[in-house]
């Protein structure tokens, strides 16, 4: 049986240069009404955490949750799923600096400005929400306290503070911001969902 997961897969085939056919069969057999345009797996990680914290399945809703390899591409993608192509409602979560290609992306094809901004990026979000001390606390629940004491002692992190420490550590290596995209998420009071994230979701 097809999946949001296939419907996803026929996407990015798409974006590629394949054909657009399986993916408008997908779109109208699943059927697909939202598509969340992110540029990473991290984000994903972080969207499908929170998720399963409010009991919502959302690909039974509809909506796919879509990593794009990069906020650049949000062109191509809206251009395919938008208005101008299969029809479907955009929406998605961004980094401040990534703002201009949404913008710019959305518009050329015809689809509403519905994204939501992070300040800096979804993981300065969480930890800003977490605090420091308790992100500390899960990097050492998670066997990487050591690792980030060494990161921190580093020259090129002196001056900086420890919440930017952070941030960087979370990217330092493949695969670091996808698990801890889940592991913040998860540790969230309900009430302290970072305000892109939680508008997000109010959207869907």
């Known amino acids: 049986m097809a999946d949001m997961g296939a419907f996803r897969e026929a996407v990015v085939e798409w974006a590629a240069g394949g054909s657009d056919d399986l993916a408008r069969?997908?779109?109208e057999r699943l059927p697909v009404r939202t598509v969340v345009l992110l540029e990473g797996p991290s984000d994903v990680a972080a969207v499908d955490a929170l998720a399963a914290r409010r009991?919502?399945?959302?690909?039974a809703e509809g909506v796919c949750v879509l990593p794009m390899g990069g906020a650049m591409s949000v062109g191509r993608f809206a251009g395919m799923l938008g208005?101008?192509?299969?029809?479907?409602?955009?929406?998605?979560?961004?980094?401040?600096?990534?703002?201009p290609?949404?913008?710019?992306?959305l518009e050329r094809a015809g689809a509403e400005q519905e994204f939501f901004v992070c300040a800096a990026d979804l993981e300065d979000e969480l930890i800003r929400a977490l605090g420091v001390t308790r992100v500390a606390e899960l990097v050492r629940a998670e066997g990487e306290l050591r690792g980030l004491q060494t990161f921190q002692r580093q020259p090129a992190q002196q001056g900086r503070?420890?919440?930017?420490?952070?941030r960087?550590?979370?990217g330092t290596r493949a695969g670091r911001k996808i698990h801890y995209g889940r592991i913040l998420v998860e540790a969230?009071?309900?009430?302290r969902v970072p305000a892109p994230l939680d508008e997000l979701f109010a959207c869907l």
């Open 168 to 170: 960087r550590f979370l």
């Open 55 to 59: 009991g919502r399945n959302l690909a």
């Open 83 to 99: 208005p101008s192509g299969l029809g479907l409602r955009l929406t998605g979560l961004c980094d401040e600096r990534e703002r």
């Open 188 to 191: 969230l009071d309900p009430d």
């Open 161 to 166: 503070t420890s919440q930017q420490q952070l």
């Open 25 to 27: 069969e997908l779109a």
């Open 101 to 105: 290609f949404y913008a710019r992306g």
